[in-house]
């Protein structure tokens, strides 16, 4: 009896292949429309996230090291400054100030050294904010800033060094930054993975 109760049960249950059979049934240009509207909607999702939100960019030189390596990839919160202060330390994306025209690099990435309205020198290989010695736990050892003169940093401007001194085209050669220029802040790496991290 309930060898007969499970055949029948077997024998009831759907065919796998009428179910395979059904769902071939649509019609291909109906396939190709869902699948182009999940593909444009992904798409348009990504433009408005990189136009918006987020962004990628690629590091091309060595200024940054030895925070950031030449070949990384890092990941910009285009929000970060919008929502929240710009801190001194910061690590800034922001577009080509208008002195590097003839510059083919459209996006730079610094680290915020002077707040507007301070005032910024460099003697001994040290940065004074103010006449006070500033801290750069994030320098290499022996990393040596060239000599600046007292230099006012405008309001709404901010002044910008990479961690690289010795190697860097930064606002000691084209000036503060003005502060609509900011395109965001990077909050990871992705790449390489072997230091996927927050710098």
Known sequence: MASRQSRRLINDAPNNDSFVD??????????????SSIFFGALLVALVLKATVVQTFYIPSGSMLPTLEIGDRIVVNKLAFSLGEVERRDLVVFSKPATLDNVQINDFIKRVIGMPGE??????????IDGKLLSEPYLQSGEFTSDLP???????HYFVMGDNRKNSSDSRFFGSIPSEL??????IRIWPLSRFNIP
Request: a negative charge; glycine letters at 6%.
């Open 182 to 187: 900011l395109v965001g802040e990077p909050f």
């Open 22 to 35: 059904e769902t071939m049934k649509k019609p291909m240009w109906r396939v190709c429309l869902e699948w």
């Open 150 to 156: 007292s230099t006012k940093i405008p309001d709404d």
């Open 119 to 128: 005032e910024i020198s460099s003697r001994d290989g040290e940065v004074y």
